[in-house]
């Protein structure tokens, strides 16, 4: 159950539109459209924001999206805002029925 | 208002044990299958367990397969994770998670966490 590949960390300006990736196996992201995605302020639990590779919960802000392309899945956030600062990770399900998440992501809006 | 709330994490020398409890409310317990998630220090989400709503089916990591049990009360609505044989690398915040409705493999709602950690 090796962890998802993520960016160990991305920067943006506020307004701008950063993509953080999220790279797995066809055990896992390829072989599933189970992608979620979560974002995790300092001392917080995380907070669901994508699942089902690009679907939103009920009432998230639509600057989130989600997407995938063979191993690799992608969440881009639009019109960066300062609140956006903060860590993100990846989940998938896999072939194994477990979960596995990705290292993490941090978000800094410059 | 949808709540879960763990307890009873605290500091255990290893090789001991420590069971973890989640409280939950605000919804129909019995409908949702139940993960623990796991921290490190400074590290990131590592996912540890999860059951089903009627309990007969549970699935683990590798890393704690066979020292640790997923279970639940759905009469009182608690969730719990006995943990044995317990590791320094087991030191971690637990989180449980609460399955997203239906089939979709995601994690909808998280508690506050509980601390663990195993030191000597």
């Known amino acids: 159950q090796s962890a998802l590949t993520q960016p160990a960390s991305v920067s943006g300006s506020p307004g701008q539109s950063i993509t953080i990736s999220c790279t797995g196996t066809s055990g896992d992201v390829g072989g599933y459209n189970y992608v979620s995605w979560y974002q995790q302020h300092p001392g917080k639990a995380p907070k669901l924001i994508i699942y089902?590779?690009?679907d939103r919960p009920s009432g998230f802000s639509d600057r989130f999206s989600g997407s995938k392309s063979g191993n690799t899945a992608s969440l881009t956030i639009s019109g960066l805002q300062p609140e956006d600062e903060a860590d993100y990770y990846c989940?998938?399900?896999?072939?194994?029925?477990?979960?596995?998440f990705g290292g993490g992501t941090k978000l800094t809006v410059l | 208002e949808v709540q879960l709330v763990e307890s009873g994490g605290g500091l255990v020398q290893p090789g001991g044990s420590l069971r973890l409890s989640c409280a939950v409310s605000?919804?129909?317990?019995?409908?949702?299958?139940m993960h623990w998630v796991r921290q490190a220090p400074g590290k990131g989400l590592v996912w540890v367990s999860r059951i089903n709503g009627d309990e007969s089916t549970t699935t683990y990591a590798d890393s704690v397969k066979g020292r640790f049990t997923i279970s639940r009360d759905n009469d009182k609505n608690m969730l719990f994770l006995q943990m044995n044989s317990l590791r320094a690398e087991d030191t971690a915040v637990y989180y449980c998670a609460r399955g997203f409705p239906g089939t979709t493999p995601a994690f909808d709602v998280w508690g506050q966490g509980t601390m663990v950690t195993v030191s000597s």
């Open positions: 605000g919804f129909t317990f019995s409908d949702h299958w």
């Open positions: 089902n590779v690009s």
């Open positions: 989940s998938s399900y896999t072939s194994t029925t477990t979960r596995v």
